[in-house]
Each structure stands twice: as C-alpha cells, then as structure tokens.
C-alpha cells in the first residue's frame, strides 16, 4: 500500500508529455554534445599535427642546410644529446643502410609517413612507439628522414575523449533532471485543476481552481475556467430558484383554481352557474400560463442565451415608438407625459427584450401611482454611453425595499390592491443586465425614479468580464 502512492505518480511523471519532452531535450542534447566533440577533435587534432609536423620540417631544414660531410656527425651530436626523442633521425644511404641516427628503420618513401619506432632498455628491444617521419633525398644522394614521436597528439586524443565523455554524460543527466522537474512542475498543476474538475463533476460547484499569482498560462487558465464555473453557478442558482419559486408561488393561483372548481361542482345547480365558474377558471388558468411564460422568459435572459442575436437597436426610434403609442391612452386619463428623448442613439441589444423592459417600466409608473399624476421619459447622452430615466410622482419604493423589488413575486404591501404577479421588475433587471446596463432606483421626491445606464462599447468597465460580460452601446452616431 505504501509503495503504490509513489509508483503512480512516477508512472504519470514518465507518461507526461513534459517528461517526454525533457527526454527528447536530453536526447538532443547527447547529439549535440557529440557533434561538438568530433568538431573540436578533429580541429585540435588537426592543430597538433600541424605542430608536430613543422617542429620536424625545421629540424629537416637544418640538416639539408649543412654541408653533406657534417650531416652525419651533426646528427650522431643531436641524438647523443636527447637519446630518448622526441625527435628522432635517420640518414640512409642509397641501398637503405643507416648512416647515422637513432630511426629505427627507413621509410619505405620520401614524403610524410608514420612507422613505428622501437625503444630501447639496456640495448633490447622494450616497447615500440608510432613516429610521424619526413623523408627526403639530399643532394648527396641518401636519405634524410626526421621523425617525432605521436605521443602528445595521441594523449590529447585521450584526454579529450574522456573530458567529452564526462561532459556528455553531465549534460544528459542533467538534461534528464530538467525534464523530470519541468514535468513534475507542470503534473502538479494539471492536477490541481484535474482535481478540482472532479470535484466539480461530484457535484460541488463551489470549488475553484486556484492559481499560483505568477499570471502564467495556468493561472490564465484558472481564471478562464474560475470564470466558467462562477457562470455556471450563476446560471444553476437561478434554475434552482425558478424550480423554487413555480412550486411556492404558483401554490397559490393553483389552490384557488382548485377551490373555485371545487366550489363550482359542488354548489352549482345550473348550466349557467356552471359555465361563469368554468370562465372564471379559465381565467385563473390563463394567468397561471402566463406567470409560466414570464418566469421561463426571465430564466432563458439570465441565461445569456439572447446575445447571440443581439444587432443594432435605434433606441431613439424605440422610445419614439412607445411614447406614440401610450400617449392617446395617458392623455385618456389625464397624465402628463413629458418626454426629452436625445435622438441618433443606437445600441447594441435585442429590440424586443428592450420594448419589453420599457413597457413593463411604464406599465409600473401608471399601474403604481394614483390617476393623475404625471410621468417623464428622458434619453440623454452621457460621458461613458447613454441614460434612460423615467420619473413619476408615485408613492415611490422605500429606499430599502429597492434591492428587493428586482426578485421574482416581490410586491410590496402598497400594490396589493393592484393585479399584477410581481415579475415585471425581475425580467427589467435581467434585461438590463443582459444588455450590460446599470439599473438604479432613485427618488423623484416625491415618486419613482428609474435610471438605466447603458455603457459605451469600448469603455474601460467593459475590462472586467465577469461584471459587465457585453458591450451595450455602440459608439454614439450624431
Ligand atoms: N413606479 C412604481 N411606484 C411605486 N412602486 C412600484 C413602482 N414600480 C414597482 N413598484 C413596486 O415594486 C413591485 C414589483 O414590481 P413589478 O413590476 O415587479 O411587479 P408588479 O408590477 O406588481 O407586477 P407585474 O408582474 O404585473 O409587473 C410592485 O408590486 C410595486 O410594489
Ligand atoms: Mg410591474
């Protein structure tokens, strides 16, 4: 049991792409090592050679500059004076006979050769040692060679095979490392968010992935999915509380559609009686469906789905179009409506969403304030966009009451007289938010006063996503 936890994460770090990809480094590594290796030998080499053959080219100089007479003496002086090389001579004469010198033999032909050469202890043979050798023939007519011992290029050789061999292995190893720690880093990572999706996939949607502040391409990725997943809160949240408020409001339209029924079936003696409470049941029916639609309308805008096919609404045009049309019934009831609508704004949104947002806020300024009493619409430019208010001389709602009213069934003790099911003001807060507009409740004083601020597309408090996901207002047009 012990052993197993280990195992699993080195079989994970070896199946990672990132260990694969530090052994392929490591790999690659080992190639170029070796490529530098035989680059640098074959140069250095190349240089010693070199050395080695002018140290015997000068020395070949000097002997064919003497006088042929002195040539063998000079020699015999010169290997008296280093027995041991590294130079060694030889002058031979024309049947290939050593005249002077310590060559152990005569190259086979004039030029540059190598041969082996014979070192002696106590006058016998002890070892040999290969000599690179020039040879050429004097003017007398022998044979002048002059070699010098391969030793040092053959120790160079040596030594740099080892040093490369050691540097080789160092940079494998430590390419090896790299990987192993790249792909330890980055599994420790990918598990975190692995993990955190599992535990997401179990049912816990609070979870977020958390990042390490350094604003990497994981962090990156943490915010994107943090982002999702506050959405997908969000958008459950809000399933959940339509589930919640079908089953407790809609108890009640129900319940009374039941007794009515009830009663009805019970208490009516005629086909007439009958029918008036069928009608009325129909009625109660037709709300009920009613409340339906609108909770299911909120529910899919709070859903953002509607963006999709957001395009340019006039909203000038629009306003325009609502204030003709309520116009003849307000003058019927002998209200005011004073309008100051800026004209040319057009924003970015969906026409029909915003006519409802509007008709529902104006539905409200008549349905909630006594007869009589005037209402204004304005449509101004502003700094950052474009602002909607709509002010009447209502009893207005509480400055406490205002966070309140945007929920679903919410209807305060004032409107109990008034029909209506309370979603008038929740579908307006899913609209404007849907459109990235900021809705406030002020007082009129006396009465309501609705603001709405639809914000410029390019605007800096479009940066944050998660508070205002959508550009509303298209740059304003004169
Ligand atoms: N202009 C207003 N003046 C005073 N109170 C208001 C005004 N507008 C809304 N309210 C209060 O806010 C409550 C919620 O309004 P909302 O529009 O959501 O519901 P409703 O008008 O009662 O019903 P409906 O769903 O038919 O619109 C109202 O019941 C009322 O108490
Ligand atoms: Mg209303």
Do not use: K
Not at 24 to 31: E, N
Not at 336 to 360: E, Y
Request: aromatic content about 6%; overall charge neutral; proline content about 4%.
């Amino acid at each position: 049991m012990t052993g197993s936890v280990p195992t699993t994460i080195r079989a994970r770090l070896l199946r990672s792409s990132a260990f694969r990809l530090g052994a392929l480094q490591a790999g690659l590594f080992a190639l170029v090592a070796l490529l530098l290796f035989a680059v640098t030998w074959w140069s250095v080499r190349n240089y010693v050679v070199a050395q080695v053959q002018r140290a015997i080219a000068d020395e070949f100089g000097e002997i064919e500059a003497m006088p042929a007479g002195s040539r063998a003496d000079a020699i015999a002086g010169m290997v008296a004076q280093a027995p041991q090389g590294p130079l060694y001579y030889g002058l031979f004469d024309g049947a290939g006979h050593r005249v002077a010198g310590d060559l152990s033999r005569a190259p086979s032909r004039p030029g540059w050769s190598t041969q082996t050469q014979d070192m002696l202890a106590g006058g016998r043979q002890a070892s040999s040692l290969g000599v690179l050798v020039h040879a050429a023939r004097l003017d007398d007519g022998r044979l002048l060679a002059v070699g010098r011992d391969r030793r040092s290029a053959d120790r160079l050789d040596e030594e740099l095979q080892e040093a490369f061999l050691w540097a080789g292995a160092a940079s494998v190893f430590l390419a090896l490392l790299g990987g192993v720690f790249t792909a330890r880093s980055y599994l420790r990572r990918v598990e975190a968010v692995a993990t955190a999706a599992a535990r997401i996939a179990a049912g816990d949607l609070g979870v977020r992935v958390s990042g390490s502040g350094r604003g990497d391409e994981f962090d990156r990725l943490a915010q994107a999915l943090n982002g999702m997943l506050e959405r997908i809160q969000i958008l459950m949240e809000s399933v959940r509380q339509v589930s919640n408020d079908i089953a407790h409001d809609l108890r009640t339209p129900l319940a009374h559609l039941r007794q009515r029924l009830e009663s009805a079936t019970r208490a009516a003696t005629d086909v007439a009686t009958f029918r008036s409470a069928a009608e009325r049941a129909l009625a109660d029916v037709d709300d009920v469906l009613a409340t339906f639609a609108a909770l299911l309308r909120i529910a899919q805008i709070e859903s953002g789905r509607r963006r999709a096919g957001f395009c340019r609404v006039d909203l000038s045009g629009l306003l325009d179009s609502l204030v003709g049309d309520y116009a003849p019934l307000m003058e019927d009831q002998g209200r005011p409506l004073r309008t100051q609508l800026a004209q040319g704004i057009r924003i970015h949104g969906d026409h029909a969403l915003l006519t409802q947002m509007f008709v529902n806020l104006i539905e409200n300024s008549l349905r909630h304030t006594p007869p009589g009493t005037p209402v204004a619409l304005a449509l101004e430019r502003r700094a950052s966009g474009c602002r909607v208010t709509l002010d009447d001389a209502g009893p207005g709602i509480p400055a406490e009451a205002r966070s309140r009213v945007i929920g679903r069934f919410v209807r305060l003790d004032a409107a109990r007289s008034t029909p209506g099911s309370g979603l008038g003001l929740a579908l307006v807060a899913a609209v404007a938010d849907l459109h990235g507009a900021a809705l406030a409740f002020g007082d009129a004083s006396p009465g309501l006063s609705v603001q709405l601020d639809f914000v410029l597309q390019n605007s800096p408090s479009l940066a944050a996503p998660a508070a205002r996901p959508f550009p509303a207002v298209d740059p304003i047009e004169g």
